[in-house]
C-alpha cells in the first residue's frame, strides 16, 4: 500500500507565493515520475506539472515561469512552489506518483492520489 499526503495549501494573495508537499509512505522500491493536478470547481482535473525520477520537468503552460516542481528522492516528497498566483489558480491540487514495488518475484507499477488541499487566491 502506498500513502500520498499533501500539505501546505491556504489562501494566499493575488501575486503571492504558496509552497505545497508531498510526502509518500508505505512500501515500494522506488518512485517514478510524480505529478501536481488539479481541479476548480466546476471543471476538469488537469495536470499542472510532472517531474520524472531523473528531474526532468513538465508544465502546462497556464504556469510556466511561475510554479516549480522539484522532489527530494531521500524524503519521498514532492513539492510544487507556486509564485505570482493568481485568482485563476484556485483549485484543489492534488499529487500523484507511479510506484514500483517487488512481490512473488516480480516488479509492479502502481498508481497513487493524494486527498488534495485546497489553494484560494483572493484579496
Known amino acids: 500500500q502506498v500513502q500520498l499526503v499533501e500539505s501546505g495549501g491556504g489562501l494566499v494573495q493575488p501575486g503571492g507565493s504558496l509552497k505545497l508537499s508531498c510526502a509518500a509512505s508505505?512500501?515500494?522500491?522506488?518512485?517514478?515520475?510524480m505529478g501536481w493536478h488539479r481541479q476548480a470547481p466546476g471543471k476538469q482535473r488537469e495536470l499542472v506539472a510532472s517531474?520524472?525520477?531523473?528531474?526532468?520537468?513538465n508544465y502546462v503552460d497556464s504556469v510556466k515561469g511561475r510554479f516549480t516542481i522539484s522532489r527530494d528522492n531521500a524524503k519521498n516528497t514532492v513539492y510544487l512552489q507556486m509564485n505570482n498566483v493568481k485568482p485563476e489558480d484556485t483549485a484543489v491540487y492534488y499529487c500523484?506518483?507511479?510506484?514500483?514495488?517487488?512481490?512473488?518475484?516480480?516488479?509492479?507499477?502502481?498508481?497513487?492520489w493524494g486527498q488534495g488541499t485546497q489553494v484560494t487566491v483572493s484579496s
Open positions: 500523484n506518483g507511479d510506484f514500483r514495488y517487488y512481490s512473488g518475484g516480480y516488479y509492479f507499477t502502481t498508481g497513487a
Open positions: 508505505g512500501t515500494f522500491s522506488s518512485i517514478n515520475a
Open positions: 517531474i520524472t525520477s531523473g528531474g526532468s520537468t
